[in-house]
């Protein structure tokens, strides 16, 4: 093993994203706008049928009661029901058409979002990612619901206005008066309720994320009496989220009912214009009844418009932080596949921390490992080490330098094959909901004979025996019905299935028993055996016996790295206490300030 390390300019930890999955979003829309097109013509006919019911009162009130001929009313009435027929046919097939319009969006939209919401976990944890996903249900149904029909159905309120106007032009100012009227009213309840909305809907996504959060840990909040505290806190976003949403709605209400007092009046107004209009012979009665309905039917979408608009506000939102989130998440690209790697890990001059953030973490680290060579790196808190694991790993990319596997750069490397060659096991361990043999198997395809290798080799395969139904044991949500220690020795059975050639092992025996460290052990003298290249993070000194190189990191940077007795022998030199009144000499462990490590070792600058 080698390490060199050297001095770093503090780097830009802005990521350039290469490609995203935003424009994933928009070339599905346009996938659909043949679909959005033909609903639209539809809808033309859908309201050019409308006319029938005017033109059926008109024919009735002009002609069939003046001639009293019931043969003419019976054929009127025939013709008109089979018109309507047709229109409830062409209705149903619009409706079925958005409804498998959004079932197909979101069939298109559902694993690309899936994947970019765990890769913007991975980036940005604990920001309430998940609300994407809710977020593409309120884009779906608004597109196949009564909001976009209110929309579509808008444009052809001239046609019906026109129509009113050919019967008479007083008729026609009533109603274009009344629809001027309710669409001033529908842009004020856009106006006056964006911003409440608008901040209900952030209110609400951060009290969904805090629950979230709190019920994760509602085993530490039911032990300690936290609860009352939890649920104060709570209870302020929730009334927050309350009276935002109680705000957007009085002013939505106000509008609404002023809606519907106009929409009453103009009823009154073009039935008593209609009157006047037939008293002085300048109309029929069929006029005046034909004008009333023709004028329901032009201000019915305008009127579902103001229904809809929070439906349309919250969508509209929801589409906005849809884009924000393909647009920041990288994709992967698609790659040639390199060959199974040997084992041959290398940083060099790493620069690294979280992804989103300015904090530089790791600076400037290199070293190499080799195949068959396990490395325990050991440090004070916060010295970096499980930023370490997760560059490794591939899951956090450097700001500078570069980790390679086999010479190859990771980002060169296809992530799902690359995945298959890396064994992890994460500090904070989390098991799937499903079986033992599906956690182990990665929840691929199961390999019996791989899944009871993996165990045996972790030294977990008589623990799972011991389970009510072996390897078919449902673990529930984050393996509830597991101790600890039984998590982590099935999370280390699950990184080493299928013989992955590179493990990471941050803290492993974090919560392992005597009997379970033997096993860890056992299970690490086991891969130095077959050859594997082996990372190993602790902070127990009984693991650094099973390890062959130690490196030591401190402020980020590697204070010393060498062979385990020359690393250990430095580490643990005892260093003279003063005495005072009452005190003594001691020892204490002492972290190297970088002392040369001889030709295999170095320090961090």
């Known amino acids: 093993m080698r390490s060199t390390s050297s001095d770093t300019e503090e780097p830009a930890t802005e990521q350039v994203l290469k490609q995203s999955y935003g424009s994933e979003l928009d070339r599905a829309l346009r996938a659909f706008r043949g679909v959005f097109v033909a609903t639209f013509g539809f809808s033309f006919f859908i309201n050019l049928l409308m006319f029938v019911a005017p033109l ?263 589409y906005g932080r849809l884009r924000e989130l393909l647009n920041s998440t990288q994709a992967d690209q698609e790659r040639m596949a390199l060959p199974s790697p040997e084992g041959h890990l290398a940083m060099e001059r790493v620069v690294a921390g979280p992804p989103l953030a300015r904090t530089v973490v790791l600076k400037g680290v290199s070293f190499t490992v080799s195949p068959g060579e396990v490395l325990g790196v050991i440090g004070p808190s916060a010295a970096g080490k499980s930023t370490l694991a997760r560059v490794l790993v591939g899951v956090w990319p450097p700001y500078q330098g570069t980790v390679r596997l086999d010479e190859a750069d990771l980002a060169h490397w296809d992530k799902l094959l690359l995945g298959q060659h890396i064994g992890y096991l994460p500090q904070d361990v989390e098991l799937f909901d499903g079986t033992v043999a599906e956690n182990i198997a990665r929840f691929t395809e199961i390999d019996p004979e791989a899944v009871v290798r993996a165990a045996q080799r972790a030294s977990v395969h008589d623990m799972i025996l011991a389970l009510p139904e072996g390897y078919d044991t449902q673990i529930g949500a984050g393996g509830a019905v597991l101790s600890g220690g039984q998590r982590q020795r099935v999370a280390l059975a699950r990184a080493m299935y299928n013989e992955p050639q590179l493990i990471i092992l941050d803290e492993p025996n974090a919560n392992l028993d005597s009997e379970g460290e033997h096993a860890l052990m056992g299970a690490l003298n086991g891969l130095r055996r077959e050859g594997k290249t082996v990372v190993v993070i602790t902070h127990r000194p009984t693991l650094l016996n099973a390890v062959d190189t130690i490196l030591v990191l401190k402020n980020g940077m590697v204070d010393a790295i060498g062979p385990r007795k020359e690393v250990l022998a430095k580490v643990m030199q005892p260093k003279a206490v003063a005495s005072g009144p009452g005190g003594g000499d001691g020892a204490a462990p002492r972290s190297l300030p970088g002392a040369s490590m001889g030709p295999t070792g170095g320090r961090g600058a």
Request: aromatic share 6%; net charge positive.
């Open 56 to 318: 059926y009162m008109l024919q009735v009130y002009d002609r069939v009661l003046t001639s009293r001929s019931v043969p003419t009313l019976v054929g009127l009435t025939v013709i008109a029901a089979g018109t309507l027929i047709v229109m409830g046919t062409l209705e149903t097939l619009r409706a079925r058409i958005l409804v498998r319009t959004g079932a197909k969006l979101d069939e298109r939209l559902g694993a690309t979002l899936f994947s970019a919401v765990f890769r913007r976990s991975v980036v940005a944890p604990g920001g309430g990612q998940t609300q994407a996903l809710r977020d593409l249900d309120s884009v779906r149904e608004f597109l196949t619901g009564q909001g976009l029909l209110a929309f579509i159905d808008a444009p052809w309120v001239p046609l019906f206005l026109a129509a009113v106007y050919l019967l008479h032009p007083m008729l026609g100012l009533v109603a274009t008066g009344g629809a001027v009227v309710i669409f001033t009213l529908a842009v004020i309840n856009a106006l006056w309720s964006r911003e409440p909305l608008k901040g209900a809907n952030v209110a609400s996504i951060n009290a969904n994320a805090y629950v979230s959060t709190s019920v994760r840990n509602a085993e530490a909040m039911e032990a300690m009496g936290m609860m009352p505290g939890i649920l104060r806190r709570w209870n302020d976003k929730h009334r927050k989220v309350l009276a935002l949403q109680s705000q957007a709605s009085d002013r939505a209400g106000v509008i609404v009912a002023l809606s519907k007092a106009v929409r009453m009046f103009l009823q009154i107004a073009i039935l008593g214009t209609g009157a006047y209009l037939v008293i002085h012979r300048y109309a029929s009665p069929g006029v005046m009844i034909a004008a009333s309905i023709l004028m329901g039917r032009a201000l019915a979408p305008v009127e579902q418009s103001v229904a809809q608009w929070r439906n349309f506000t919250n969508a509209r939102a929801a």
